[in-house]
């Protein structure tokens, strides 16, 4: 059974830095990419980082030149950079693969708080 754990939340102040990981156990195939999304308290899940399975990212315009996505299925980090306070969130890996039937087969770690206040 495939499971995804996240780690290196915390709490840092505006400006500092912090590295999530995602550790996968158990074997995924025909992935398509792995994202990594945020939470934050009453707003909608954001898609903040991506990585292809051929190496291709991607950033939301609000996280662009700040975070960093790299690594593979069964270990990818994304570096976060120049935190700011709305970047505040429960973080959430992804890996997202081709199922049967055409249908995308979703993967999700139980997700990593990060909270940025001085």
């Known amino acids: 059974q495939v499971q995804l754990v996240e780690s290196g939340g915390g709490l840092v102040q505006p400006g500092g830095s912090l590295t999530l990981s995602c550790t996968t156990s158990?074997?995924?195939?025909?992935?398509?990419?792995i994202n990594w999304y945020r939470q934050a308290p009453g707003k909608e899940r954001e898609l903040v980082a991506t990585i292809t399975s051929n190496g291709r990212t991607n950033y939301a315009d609000s996280v662009k030149g700040r975070f960093t996505i790299s690594g593979d299925y069964a270990k990818n980090t994304v570096q976060l950079y120049n935190l700011k306070p709305e970047d505040t969130a429960v973080y959430y890996c992804?890996?997202?693969?081709?199922?049967?039937?055409?249908?995308?087969?979703?993967?999700w770690g139980q997700g990593t708080q990060v909270a940025v206040s001085s």
């Open positions: 158990g074997t995924i195939f025909n992935i398509v990419d």
């Open positions: 992804n890996i997202r693969a081709y199922g049967d039937y055409g249908r995308f087969d979703d993967y």
